[in-house]
């Protein structure tokens, strides 16, 4: 079925705060827009919003024909306990739902109600448009393909990260939507998972919306971008692409900073000038006032004249201030600055592995002969389920090898952003959190760490479970600043990070000077963050270069 979504003068907040409001959009079929913006500007409200799961403040959403279907995909798919990889695919692809509605349907048609015919109409209807009749078999072959060898009987809850990010994605590819509302569905693919991804929304023929801080999946899908701007409160619509959408915002920007620098330029001669006027006015009185007893008639009248003329001057300048269009300063945008090298540096050698090997079942890593240097920057690829984790792992010290050795070199302060985040999942309050992690910093020292990573007032006294995976994950690398450390180790930073942080994060690691980790299928970061060696892992081995 085609099917368009159409928002009109939409508004969302939190309380008193104000997210985003005026917002016009159509997806219609076949579009894909890219939903961008900073953590917290409400990408993944105006979502729901759009799905109906929530309601507007202001405005509406509409869909055409109303009997459409919209899959809303969120971010970090709920793993429930119990719930089985086929049932998880069936309440993914929405089939669960339709299922249980024609369920409900026939017993009201079996026990005679009225209407009860229609309605059961309508349900075989939804779940057959959902493809409901052979999801079984295309989940079997879909499962396969992506090489999730699991039971699909199996428990949600038992697959390792990577299998959990082949089921979610085996979700989408099974879904049969009119329209698509993805929120960050690129999280923890690897690169052949991005590219099935990449296909799968290049072909689709429903609208879609989507979050992503992936840029090269971004730059290779959307054909549209609507951008959030918290600090402006503005929603920026460009069409043309993601790196369309990247010029039209530099030069945007370019031309706000100098139509402000040009207006504050003309308002500082004005006032400047009013300035020398009405002191020259008051000069010319006080000279008038020290010759009053003077004779010379002449003299007075010129003096006065003067004085006038310089008032008359200065009010008409101070008119010209007043007729001025003002121009509001444009806001800086957040700016992260890590310096992560408090701690000392470690020895000349951070980790060594001597024909170290891991079994675990049915999976063999190893043996591997690897030497960490001091200042090395290492670059881990991989695809999921290779041993990229393992690798770590032994690395860090948290795995003992069965067979081999493994050190790590003395001095080594390890900090590791998927280790930190975790800290910040319980109801206390952020600064509480944070402040259990670095119990020597006082409390201003706290706030001043977490505001440097864009972390302030509204968000230090909120619980940290409620703070989003971004967030989360920006408290994580202001932990690691906090402590000091001087072995990085990021396993995919980019996941929760908006697109800004991304950039800074990539700058800031340009002036890091200890040994780093980075783990990351982002391949734009790959491109941009200078690294001085490469590990490539694939089926339990460790490739250089």
Do not use: C
């Not at 695919?89 to 339709?98: E, I, K, P, S």
């Not at 992936?214 to 790196?243: K, S």
């Not at 010379?296 to 200065?314: C, P, V």
């Not at 001095?411 to 930190?420: K, R, S, T």
């Amino acid at each position: 079925m085609s099917a368009t979504l159409v928002a009109k003068d939409l508004a969302a907040g939190h309380g008193e705060r104000t997210l985003f409001s005026g917002l016009d959009l159509v997806v219609a079929p076949g579009d894909v827009v890219g939903l961008v913006g900073a953590n917290g500007a409400g990408k993944s409200t105006l979502l729901r919003l759009l799905a109906g799961l929530d309601a507007p403040q202001a405005g509406s959403v509409s869909l055409s024909p109303p009997t459409a279907t919209v899959g809303h995909l969120p971010q970090e798919p709920e793993r429930r306990p119990g719930e089985s990889v086929a049932a998880f695919l069936a309440r993914r692809t929405g089939v669960g739902a339709a299922q249980a509605a024609m369920d409900e349907a026939a017993g009201r048609l079996a026990a005679g109600a009225p209407g009860a015919d229609d309605a059961y109409a309508g349900a075989l209807e939804r779940w057959l448009d959902l493809g409901g009749a052979d999801l079984d078999e295309r989940s079997a072959e879909v499962a396969a393909d992506l090489r999730l060898d699991v039971s699909l009987a199996q428990p949600m809850t038992t697959l390792s990260g990577g299998q959990a990010a082949r089921a979610g994605l085996a979700a989408l590819l099974l879904s049969r939507f009119d329209v698509f509302l993805l929120d960050e569905p690129t999280n923890d693919l690897d690169l052949d998972g991005l590219a099935r991804l990449e296909r799968f929304v290049q072909q689709l023929r429903a609208g879609t919306v989507l979050v992503s801080h992936d840029r090269e999946f971004l730059a290779r899908t959307v054909d549209r971008v609507v951008e959030l701007d918290l600090a402006q409160q503005l929603v920026r619509v460009v069409g043309g692409g993601y790196d369309a959408y990247l010029e039209e915002r530099e030069v945007q920007r370019r031309h706000a900073r100098e139509e402000y620098e040009e207006y504050a330029d003309t308002r500082a001669g004005l006032e400047a000038r009013a300035r020398s006027q009405r002191a020259w006015m008051e000069k010319g009185v006080k000279n008038a006032r020290r010759k009053a007893t003077d004779n010379d008639k002449i003299g007075r009248k010129f003096r006065a004249e003067s004085t006038e003329k310089q008032a008359a001057k200065a009010r008409q300048t101070e008119r010209r201030i007043e007729r001025l269009e003002v121009v509001e300063e444009p806001r800086k945008e957040w700016e992260l600055r890590m310096s992560i090298a408090a701690a000392p540096r470690a020895g000349a050698v951070v980790a060594t592995l001597r024909q170290a090997a891991v079994r675990r079942g049915g999976f063999a890593f190893g043996p591997v002969d690897l030497q960490l240097d001091w200042a090395d920057r290492v670059a881990v690829t991989g695809p999921n389920g290779a041993g990229k984790s393992t690798l770590l792992a032994l690395l860090l010290g948290r795995l003992a090898p069965d067979s081999g050795a493994a050190s790590l070199g003395p001095g080594v302060v390890v900090g590791e952003v998927d280790q930190a985040r975790a800290l910040f999942g319980g109801p206390e309050p952020l600064l509480e959190a944070f402040a259990a992690a670095v119990p020597d910093a006082a409390t201003a020292e706290v706030r001043t760490l977490l505001a440097k990573f864009g972390l302030g007032a509204a968000h230090v006294l909120r619980p940290a479970a409620q703070l989003s995976p971004g967030e989360r994950t920006r408290a994580a690398l202001a932990l690691l600043q906090g402590r000091g450390v001087n072995l990085l180790v990021l396993d995919e930073p980019t996941n929760h990070l908006d697109l800004p942080a991304i950039e800074q994060l990539e700058q800031a690691l340009a002036s890091y000077p200890g040994t780093l980790l980075l783990v990351t299928h982002d391949r734009r970061m790959l491109e941009a963050v200078a690294t001085t060696r490469r590990w490539h892992v694939a089926d339990g081995r460790v490739r250089e270069g």
